[in-house]
């Protein structure tokens, strides 16, 4: 087995264990060291690099939610970090965007999750080698919702345990000069990735900074955890980095108050001409849904 690769750092360097764990969850907590399958495989780095693999879109329909969230790639000295992997309606685009930049499932050393909502959580399986790492908020609360919350279905906490997890928090740094962000509202155990790249700081944010729609707002569109918190979060996270890459956006600067857009649009909607009958386009205030039960 080859030995964990720690990093001295002013933060508490976390090993990604790349072991399946033993025991009940219990038994589990915070792993200690870590093999590295990724040190020789890829090129070192002297900062951390953040690639979109898949853009995140915020519209919704009459007939329910597409949530596309945005799935990104971390890479900070040959190591590489999936942030939020999406739904399984992703699947494919995925591992077609992983295939474009010569990489497959295999070669992903951990994946991350900012919090373990249906859309950003269910293709952690696509990845049975890589540890998925998680907010312990996040991990307990996934095991029993809150009976409103519609998106954690009541078998999110089961599925997870049957993978390999590791806890994280507030300034773990999972790589050189990539650290965790505790961001809790949207959910009770949200946390981001802030990467120092050559690009300056970069802040992968889930949905605790929702889309670009929160430099108006303030707060994101919907709140599961507390509303409270949620605000302190949009408001730490926008303050965190120069490049923020939102859960449901495009990633952006902020340019004197509004979104300074990094990436263009691009969305290509089959087998639906525009000129449908009944197809009609809405644009509508901001508002924000709060989960009856959520804490203040």
């Not at 589990?28 to 879109?57: I, K, N, S, W």
């Not at 519609?150 to 790589?175: F, M, N, R, S």
């Not at 509303?227 to 926008?238: D, F, M, P, W």
């Not at 979104?259 to 509508?284: C, K, S």
Request: overall charge negative.
């Amino acid at each position: 087995m080859r030995s964990a690769a720690r990093f001295s750092t002013s933060r508490r360097a976390i090993s990604i264990n790349c072991s399946r764990l033993m025991g009940p969850p219990a038994a589990a907590g915070r792993t200690p060291d870590c093999t590295q399958r990724g040190r020789q495989r890829r090129r070192l780095r002297l900062m951390a690099t953040v690639d979109v693999l898949l853009h995140g879109f915020s519209f919704s329909t009459n007939q329910g939610r597409p949530a596309f969230c945005s799935v990104t790639l971390v890479e900070s000295e040959g190591r590489l970090i999936l942030v939020d992997p999406a739904h399984v309606g992703r699947r494919r685009e995925l591992s077609l965007a992983l295939e474009q930049r010569g990489l497959t499932e295999a070669d992903i050393d951990a994946v991350v999750l900012t919090h373990a909502h249906w859309d950003h959580a269910q293709n952690f399986d696509r990845f049975p080698e890589a540890p998925v790492l998680l907010h312990p908020r996040e991990r307990s609360y996934a095991s029993s919702p809150h009976e409103n919350d519609w998106a954690t279905p009541y078998w999110t906490g089961l599925a997870l345990e049957t993978h390999q997890l590791q806890e994280v928090a507030e300034g773990d740094e999972i790589a050189p000069g990539v650290r965790v962000i505790e961001l809790p509202g949207h959910s009770v155990g949200s946390i981001g990735l802030v990467a120092e790249t050559a690009a300056g700081t970069a802040l992968v944010s889930g949905d605790a900074v929702h889309s670009s729609w929160v430099l108006e707002s303030r707060q994101p569109p919907i709140v599961f955890g507390s509303l409270t918190q949620a605000r302190e979060s949009v408001a730490k996270g926008l303050s965190a980095a120069e490049n923020i890459y939102p859960g449901h956006d495009r990633p952006f600067r902020v340019v004197d108050g509004q979104a300074d857009y990094l990436e263009p649009f691009a969305l290509t909607i089959t087998n639906l001409e525009p000129d449908r009958e009944g197809l009609r386009f809405e644009a509508v205030p901001p508002s924000t849904w709060i989960m009856p039960g959520a804490a203040p």
